[in-house]
């Protein structure tokens, strides 16, 4: 068992590893106001801190460097997913990006096809011009994994479900190549959260969330964070964090703070709701499919039951053609057509044109993304009220 000490990543605070996770979710990282009492942490919208004498400070000295407010948030995400160091950042797509520069040129990168978009585009746009090589993969195939690695290659990166089909990988397996090539594995966990996969353990170097998403869960924030078990790790992306620069502001660390205090009930209602709406869809005569890992039909039922604690908060479904999607997306009342999920409310989106519209049609056609498609962010609003607003849609296609 873990020792009873606070871990280094939970300094300040008092909750250890054997707390239970919503205790941590509460109050990992963070203690009272030493100075006040005030049981939440203070935004601390500073940019420099006073020195007694030249060398002489509390630890702190250029806030691009060191944010107390932020370094609650880094305790409290590492400690969710088991691990000591977390290391924040600006946004998901900063957080993946710190993670890639730990590359060289010449170095190659196993991924799973059906990546988010913005991931895709920051691989191929942007990363590919400065000599890093990307290969993709079904992911649902260890043999087609495994048979990618080559002689440069030096790191897997999957997100699994994958973004917005729902497929879904192994990730002990995932773990067990990777270990074995030599290479890091890195693992995408924004659609589970830590409170639904723990991918760190199955065998994950790096996990990495877009905090923006369902840690913080009110959509008011854009944010990243990287959590790591190793210290080597943590230092070298940690250098990274203040040698690029691409850090959070106090006040979103907060509100991601704020946000996480409620995950583990949000992702019960969310899920709970899921749940009843894919259910609903499935049996509907004008939903051609339907993509949720919770079915009872869903094709890798069983690796979603061993490997995830719960089948989270997004449904993906086809109409039976793409004007069929873009009329069902406008006529929903309830459920709001904008970009993103993860938040208390109910969002709607058309993948292909939206998320998705960085990847290459041919590409987009490839990895099974028709234009037919469209995904669900279930909120946490009235399960009745969300099921009417696709009733109704529906019953006007
Ligand atoms: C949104 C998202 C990202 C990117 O995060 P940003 O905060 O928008 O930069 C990365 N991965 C997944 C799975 C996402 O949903």
């Known amino acids: 068992m873990p020792d009873r000490k606070p871990s280094k990543g939970e300094k300040g605070g008092t909750?250890?590893?054997?707390?239970?996770?919503?205790?941590?979710?509460?109050?990992?990282?963070?203690?009272?106001?030493?100075?006040?009492?005030?049981?939440?942490?203070p935004?601390?919208?500073?940019?420099?801190?006073?020195?007694e004498a030249v060398g002489r400070h509390k630890g702190y000295e250029y806030a691009r460097t060191h944010n107390p407010t932020r370094a609650a948030l880094e305790a409290c995400v590492a400690s969710l997913e088991g691990v000591e160091h977390g290391i924040a950042f600006a946004s998901g797509t900063a957080a993946i990006h710190a993670i890639l520069t730990l590359l060289q040129a010449g170095d190659e990168v196993v991924a799973g096809e059906n990546l988010y978009g913005?991931?895709?585009?920051?691989?191929?746009?942007?990363?590919r011009r400065f000599g890093l090589k990307f290969r993709y993969v079904d992911a649902r195939d260890g043999r087609e994994v495994a048979a990618a690695i080559g002689p440069a290659t030096r790191m897997l990166y999957v997100e699994t479900p994958s973004n917005p089909l729902m497929r879904l990988t192994d990730l002990s397996e995932m773990g067990g190549i990777a270990r074995r090539a030599g290479c890091?594995?890195?693992?995408?966990?924004?659609?589970?959260?830590?409170?639904?996969?723990?991918?760190?353990?199955?065998?994950?170097d790096l996990v990495v969330h877009s905090t923006t998403k369902f840690?913080?869960?009110?959509?008011?924030?854009?944010?990243?964070?990287?959590l790591a078990r190793d210290a080597e790790l943590e230092g070298r992306l940690r250098f990274l964090q203040n040698s690029v620069g691409a850090v959070p502001g106090p006040l979103d660390c907060w509100l991601a703070l704020r946000g996480l205090k409620t995950l583990p009930i949000r992702m019960e209602r969310t899920e709970s709701n899921a749940r009843?709406?894919?259910?609903?869809?499935?049996?509907?005569?004008?939903?051609?499919?339907?993509?949720?890992?919770?079915?009872?039909?869903?094709?890798?039922?069983?690796?979603?039951?061993?490997?995830?604690?719960?089948?989270?908060?997004?449904?993906?479904l086809e109409l039976a053609d793409g004007?069929?999607?873009?009329?069902?997306?406008?006529?929903?009342?309830?459920?709001?057509?904008?970009?993103?999920l993860g938040g208390v409310e109910s969002l709607c989106s058309h993948p292909g044109e939206?998320?998705?519209?960085?990847?290459p049609a041919a590409e987009r056609e490839r990895m099974g993304l028709m234009d037919r498609l469209v995904r669900l962010s279930v909120g946490i609003e009235d399960a009745d009220d969300l099921e009417a607003d696709l009733e109704r849609a529906l019953a006007a296609l």
């Open 215 to 226: 840690l913080n869960g009110h959509s008011d924030m854009v944010g990243g964070i990287v």
């Open 43 to 51: 935004i601390y919208q500073t940019s420099t801190y006073v020195q």
């Open 184 to 204: 890091l594995f890195v693992v995408d966990n924004t659609f589970m959260t830590p409170y639904l996969q723990q991918p760190f353990e199955h065998g994950a």
């Open 276 to 316: 009843r709406l894919a259910a609903f869809l499935a049996a509907h005569p004008k939903v051609e499919a339907v993509h949720y890992p919770g079915l009872p039909d869903f094709a890798q039922r069983e690796l979603a039951v061993r490997q995830m604690k719960g089948f989270g908060g997004v449904i993906s």
């Open 354 to 359: 939206m998320t998705h519209a960085a990847v």
């Open 323 to 340: 004007e069929a999607g873009r009329r069902f997306l406008k006529s929903l009342e309830v459920f709001q057509l904008a970009e993103s």
């Open 15 to 41: 909750v250890t590893r054997e707390h239970g996770f919503a205790t941590r979710a509460i109050h990992a990282g963070q203690k009272p106001d030493p100075s006040t009492g005030a049981v939440m942490p």
């Open 118 to 127: 913005g991931t895709h585009r920051l691989f191929e746009q942007v990363l």
